[in-house]
Structures are given as structure tokens and as C-alpha cells.
């Protein structure tokens, strides 16, 4: 791919005479440290003096010892380790004029004039305040005597650029806040094990997540792990909630459901701004309903543990983009905020941001809950309507009578997320009025007629189950065509829900081509992405990846740590994928790899020869463990065990190696939260889609569609959930080699190698803009951002 050359970027991207610091405020955040080693080496690479403030605003009031110029070898280790290695304190001087004047003294004796903060709203608000009365702050220190006019002239503007580090993702313009995943991670783990235990004894739980001001961690998780009920601030329950929720939990427990999960946000309110407690709920379910009830308040285990993959991706490159936002601003930039969405840097003007997030608390206050939600954006707005879709059931009287019937199957090898996509499929379509049959065994089984109706209840419990419920296989249609058509004539089948990789792609691409043969075909067909190695064209993320990668990134922190006190030592990690090199590129942008070999970027042996002398030298000076990816297709001569013994060879004497073919445990486990939620999202506009095809294509009493319309493609590109026509996706295709012939992540292995301490070319034209926040921009996805 190509790329601009490095005297472009230098020209024009210098750091060369700037200093920038980096500091942790607020509350912690899993992720925070991967931002900070992200800004530390992107600084020193654009030859940018860095330096880190210990312990907050108090260690930039306190000075000494707290500000410290960091180096490359400082931040190594840090990636794979929660909170803030360089501390996080509130600090009450700082709110003072003279807490801000020792400060602005203090980064003005070390010659800093570039800060990137990491932290909630009020961390932000600071800086931006601090940043306003730089100039006259300055102007007290010259007239005090402390510093010299020529000092005030030379560091006469300060440069802000923040990032939001916190659980919560409660700050509005960004999509997802650094930690928030990672905090989910630790809910779904205890839920996921709360839930076996639940059902042993047929009790209710009821579990309080954190989230003061903010339902996001209580929503998702919801709707993550398909909860009975769901309190949160910005959308109290209407009066007579408690009725209705009892109905509900008596009602599954009469459907043969054997327990019941209730979700309370700490900041759970009801219409009348009074708090919801845990204990208000769990004694309302005993008084009216008699259940075995448990308390669970997680509290601060969601703050803690290992940061999720997702976190480390988005911190990783936010921080990169936070550097290049710092050496592009003038003295009439206004300080702002590096966030992605969808999959897109963007940089929006902080106390916009700021002022929408406190927006969102006046609403709540004012009893404007409505107005709250909205204000939260798109994504969460989604959330809510998608929960209520999938969690609550109208009655039978309620739902509308389509007289459709909907099939839903799986195709190509299994992905977690799965069946969470088909779970919402099928509520959603009933919801829609539709009869919903699910398919055994893919094609093949469609073939055979192993077509089964099912209800509502069918699916419960399906979210947090890995691999395929329904069964699933490679066979592709073309074989099978003639019986196929069959079933769907026996069946009376109106549209087609296929959820797979490459295989669903291909098998849509044949039932297309059969339409001219088969009339039963001229259905509308619709595609979902779901597969580990991320292959499928039309989509920058599929259903499964993100699971895949949480097990790699898991593994390759178990495998540096066993050799944690012994000699140095280098280890040769095997990625799955197939020809596409998503896993291993972004797993090693996660895990802080030295050396990724893919596919789609060709090496040879002066690469490799390269690669094991750079790694040599890093082994002699800084680290004792090296971590090197290799893409199970990336070269049929270079493979696994020719790179493994060329690195035991040449690194004889600094390092010996190990190796490991991480193999099909990247196909297994329980669903990341992020699976669970995307595969749920957007099965449901999935359904809706094919409802309103249906509709379009009603007519003398039966469905006929055979536009290229009529078979799409739902995929996630850039900031938005896009329906393509399968039949324009042919030109996008490498179908000798199963992958997209242009691929987004491409872009940030410049950024993983620069990380690794590599002198290579940055392509900043993808780089952030500055754009204004919107109320209700388009955000498709919830944590969509990154991976």
C-alpha cells in the first residue's frame, strides 16, 4: 500500500525543540497506560522532548521529582497492565489560582508548552481553564520575578489536547471512552459466572454496576447479557414500574426460565429524581413475588484488571493522534478532544463536548429524560430501543400480522457472537409480526429440510453461548440449488437471514446467480459478517474478530510473562486468518509486538534478517522480551519454523526463542461483549431491512425480488452500518486469496511499527479533523472504533 515517504512527514510534522507532557487525572481507567506509552514513543519519534507528570494536576502543582522526562525503555511493560502507572490524584490546589500559578511555573522551568491530558470532563474543563489564563499567569510569574521575559516570550502558548479516559463513557462526541470495554469485560465475566449459579437455584439477581450519571455500562451489559430488567438514570421506568417488572419476571419464570437478572445503575433514578437502590429492588421482588434474591454490587472490579484488546487499540491510537493534533495546532487552535468514530479519527473542540456532556445532567434534573437520551447520541439511543426490542415482548394481541416467514442460518466455520445475531433476529422478527424459522447446519441442512419454527423463548440464553447453536458448514448453495428451492416453496420462505464469513458472501453471490433458473430465489437475502479472520469485503468489522482478538492478546501476555526472570528470550506466535492479516496486525498492535508478517505486506529474507538485527539491539539495551506475529498464510516459504529457528540462529548469544501456533482457541470461548452487542445491533436492522423489503416487494398476493437491491450486504465502513448489494462487492474481492482487495487496518501497522521502535513512513492523511459536535450525529456503533 502505498505510503508517503518520511521527509514529507518530518517536514511538515516535526517535533524537533517542542516538549510535551502527559498526564493522568481523575479516576483511573483500564487503557490509560497504553495512551500513555502511545504518546511517549510517538513524541520521541517525531523528535519531541517527553516527560510524564506523576499523580495528576496535584504532581504538575507539587513539581520536583513528579515531573519527569520519560524515555522509550520507560513505558515498556506497560501496555498489558490496568489503572495508571504514573498515578491519578484529585487535587483540590489546582482548583485554586494559586495552585494553577505553581504549575504554569513548574511546566514553564521544564519548557512544556504541550499537554495531553487523560481524563474524565473535569479533568478536561481544568486544562482548558488553565490553558485560558496561560498568558496571564505567565505575566504574574514575570512580575514575581520567577521567570524572565524572555521565558514568557518563548513559552507564551499553551496546547491542550485531552483524551477521555473513563468507564463510565460518559463523555458526549466520542463514541467510546478509553476503559469503558475493559469495564465491561469485568461485568459480563461476573454475570456470565453469576448466571450459572443462578440457575443451580432458581434465583433472581440483582446487580449494581457503576455508572452515577451515566446508564451506559448498565444498558450494554444488558443487553449483552440479556437481562430481565434494566434501571438507569437517563431513562427512569415509567410510574408503576414495579408492577411491570414483576409481571415479567413471574411471566419468564412461568416460560420455564430458571432465573432472572436485573441490571440497577448506581445512579438509577426514578421520575421524581429519587435514587433506586439494589435493596428497594431485590426487597420489592421478595415482597411480591416470593423469589430466592441476590445482591451483587460489583463496585470497583470494573475499574480494575488487564485492559481489554479494544482498549488498548483505541488508547493506542489515540495517543498517536494525540501527538500529531499537538504538533499541528497554532496559537489560535482551540484545545480539543482526539476520539474515533466508527473507524475514523476525529478531533472535536473540548468544551463542546464538555458543555453537550453537562447538557445531558441539566436534562436529568429537569426531568427531561427524553432530551437526556437523545443528548447521549445515536449509539445510546440505539441501545435503548434495541433492549426494549429484544427484552420486552408485546403481547400476541399487540404485534403486527405480517404473514411472512423469515429464515435465518449459519454458513462457513463458527464465530462467537453467532448466536447472539441470531437470538436478536428472531425477536426482532417476531416483534415484526414475521414467523421466524432457523436453518441446522447451513446450506446443507437447508437442503435436507432441517427447517425449524421458533418462538420467542427458543432463543433465550443464546447471547453469551459461543460458537454455533444452530450448527453450521462451508457447503456452498450452487450443489444444492434445485433442493433448496424446494424448501423454500415447501416452506412458503419470503426472505433469507445468512450470518457467516466468506462463505455467506459467496453463497449469496450463487443464489443470485440462480435466480434466472429458480423463482423461489427472487427473495430478499441478506448478509451478516461473522467470522474470526475479518475477510469479508463491505464491512471493516465482523461478528467474532473481536473475541478472537481478546484470546490472542490474552495468550501473548500469558506467554511474555512465563518468561518473566528468565534470559532474554523472543517468542514466534502463529495467528489464524487464512491469507487475511487483521488478526495478526491488530493482535500485535494490542500486545505490543516487535515484528507482525502478513500476507498482504510481502517480505523477504533481508526483512527478516532485518528484523532479527533490530531486535538484537533492543534485547541489548532495554527489553529482555520480544513478541514476533505471524499470519498462518502470510508466506508459503517463510514459514512458522523457518522464522522460528532464523531467530534461534541469528539471535545466539542475546536471546533464545520459543514458538506457538495459537491454533482453533481463537475460534472458542464465550462471546466479548463487543460480539455480543454488534452481532445484536445489527441482526435487528437487519430484520427491520428485510421487513421493509418485504413490503416493497408484496404484490398480487406474493413476494418477488430480483433487483441487486434485494441481496445486500450489512456491514460496518467508517461511521456508519451500510447496506450493500452483494453483486457490487464482486469488484472489491480477491476471491483467489478470500479477502478484500483494500483493507482499513492496513493503515495502522505504521503505527504498530513505530511502537516497536521502527523508523518508518506515517501516513497522517487519515489523521483526525477538527469537526463540531452534533446532537445525534451519526454513530451507528457502539464501540466500533477501532478494531
Known sequence: MAQPDNKKFFENLSGAGKAIAVLTSGGDAQGMNAAVRAVVRMGIY?????????????????????????????????????????????????????????????????????????????????????????????????????ISEEAAEQYSVLHIVGMVGSIDNDFCGTDMTIGTDSALHRIIEVVDAIMTTAQSHQRTFVLEVMGRHCGYLALVSALACGADWVLIPEMPPEDGWEEKMCEKLSANRAGMKRLNIIIVAEGAIDRNNKPITTEHVKDLVVRSLGFDTRVTILGHVQRGGTPSAFDRILASRMGGEAVLALLETTANTAACVVSLCGNQAVRLPLMECVQMTQEVQKAMDEKRFEDAVKLRGRSFENNLRTYKLLAHRKPESDLPRSNFNVAVLNVGAPAAGMNAAVRSAVRVGISEGHKMFAVNDGFEGFSKGQIKEFKWGDVGGWTGQGGSLLGTKRTLPAKHTEKIAEQIRKYNINALLVIGGFEALECLLQLCEARATYEELCIPLCVLPATISNNVPGTDLSIGADTALNAIVETCDRIKQSASGTKRRVFIIETMGGYCGYLASVGGLAAGADAVYIYEEPFDIRDLQANVEHLTEKMKTSIQRGLVLRNENSNVNYTTDFIYQLYSEEGKGVFDCRKNVLGHMQQGGAPSPFDRNFGTKIAAKAMQWISKKLQESYRQGRVFANTDESACLLGMRRRALVFQPVTQLKDQTDFIHRIPKEQWWLKLRPLMKILAKYKTSYDVSDSGQLEHVVCNRTKESDHTTTI
Do not use: P
Open 46 to 146: 517525531v523528535g519531541a522532548k517527553v516527560y510524564f507528570i506523576h499523580e495528576g494536576y496535584q504532581g504538575m502543582v507539587d513539581g520536583g521529582d513528579n515531573i519527569q522526562e520519560a524515555t522509550w525503555e520507560s513505558v515498556s511493560s506497560m501496555l498489558q497492565v490496568g489503572g495508571t502507572v504514573i498515578g491519578s490524584a484529585r487535587c483540590k490546589e489546582f482548583r485554586t489560582h494559586e495552585g494553577r500559578l505553581q504549575a504554569a511555573h513548574n511546566l514553564v522551568q521544564h519548557g512544556i508548552t504541550n499537554l495531553c491530558v487523560i481524563g474524565g470532563d473535569g479533568s478536561l474543563t481544568g486544562a482548558n481553564l488553565f490553558r485560558e489564563e496561560w498568558s496571564g499567569l505567565l505575566a504574574e510569574l514575570v512580575q514575581q520575578g520567577l
